[in-house]
């Protein structure tokens, strides 16, 4: 396809801001694009299936069928119930993490400081935007429907002991990653608020998420 066709195919262009939640539904077959405008920004996101909200994006069933840690292009990602919830298609970064976890002002005042715990955090907009996006109240989703996210863009090594490093992100400007869906899908994202660790620079910025119809 080449890109005249890809943007003939174009459903939903939106740029999130910084620090601010984002939610759209997905049909499965079409593409999912997350791009990274300004560098090193950690996106976090939940993928849910719109048939059934208790079916979703699974880290532990997808880090075990796949054999490896890191999320990256030709990846498969996998739900609760071992249901493949949709493939990363494309991918110009490199690898993508799924052990980190989302912010809180809890995991905030342990990994950092007390003073940290009123800081505004990805659960803090996962919450939000279930309580209040009319996407969650058309399919009834609350905060139980709250599970393992993806951290597009951030990363997290493992040390040979087991333990997670927040290091400097390796994205950089223009950079993205493209998922087709394998059902029908609800997107939920945090782009990150995070200012404590360097895996956005300590300086959250921009994204732009785009869903297209058609093949390649």
């Not at 905060?143 to 927040?166: A, E, Q």
């Not at 029908?184 to 945090?190: A, E, F, G, H, N």
């Amino acid at each position: 396809m080449t890109s005249l066709q890809a943007f003939n195919q174009t459903i939903l262009n939106e740029v999130c801001p910084a620090g601010e939640a984002w939610m759209c539904e997905v049909q499965k077959g079409q593409y999912f694009r997350i791009i990274d405008l300004e560098g090193n920004q950690a996106v976090d996101t939940l993928l849910i299936s719109a048939s059934n909200p208790e079916e979703r994006y699974s880290a532990t069933d997808t880090l075990a069928i796949n054999q490896q840690i890191y999320l990256e292009k030709g990846t498969a990602l996998y739900t609760n119930y071992g249901n493949k919830i949709a493939t990363i298609h494309d991918d110009n970064c490199g690898r993508h993490d799924t052990l980190g976890g989302a912010c809180s002002c809890e995991s905030n005042t342990v990994r950092y400081a007390h003073d940290t715990f009123p800081m505004h955090s990805c659960r803090n907009n996962f919450m939000t935007a279930l309580a209040l996006h009319p996407i969650a109240k058309k399919h009834g989703l609350n905060v139980r429907h709250i599970g393992p996210n993806i951290n597009f863009f951030m990363n997290v090594p493992v040390s040979s002991d087991g333990h997670l490093k927040f290091d400097d992100g390796i994205s950089a400007p223009g950079k993205y990653v493209e998922i087709q869906a394998e059902m029908d899908l609800i997107v939920l994202i945090s782009n990150c608020p995070q200012l404590n660790n360097p895996c956005n620079a300590y300086n959250p910025t921009k994204i732009q998420l785009i869903v297209r119809n058609g093949k390649e």
